[in-house]
């Protein structure tokens, strides 16, 4: 059973910085794709960003040059560096595998791609 879960939330100001983490374990393929999306108050989730088994990533433009998403496959561990962070970032982050496929660039930010699905953690950005 592929259950992701997410640690490394947190409160921090301004122009800060967080890393997030996710484990992931419980899948051996060597095709697969992972992401992380958002989620505010009264707002849509949205896809941060993404990365699949061949190292491709994308990222929503918002977080171009700030986000950082990285994996460990021998860990099974997802990776989010957010520097410069900005109060839009805030937000309840959710970790996403899809364990059994290799998604094109074009899809790893839509949310139908993906069927495990993290508890959350919180990130919240102060001015």
């Known amino acids: 059973q592929v259950q992701p879960v997410e640690s490394g939330g947190g409160s921090v100001q301004s122009g800060g910085s967080l890393k997030l983490s996710c484990t992931a374990s419980?899948?051996?393929?060597?095709?697969?794709?992972m992401a992380w999306f958002r989620q505010t108050p009264g707002n849509e989730r949205e896809g941060v960003a993404g990365i699949n088994s061949d190292g491709d990533t994308k990222y929503i433009d918002s977080v171009k040059g700030r986000f950082t998403i990285s994996e460990d496959n021998a860990k099974k561990t997802l990776y989010l560096r957010m520097d410069s962070l900005k109060p839009d970032d805030s937000g309840m982050y959710y970790c996403v595998v899809q364990p059994f496929a290799k998604l094109p660039v074009a899809w790893l930010l839509r949310q139908e791609a993906y069927n495990k699905w993290g508890q959350g953690t919180q990130v919240t950005v102060s001015s």
């Open positions: 419980g899948y051996n393929s060597k095709k697969y794709s």
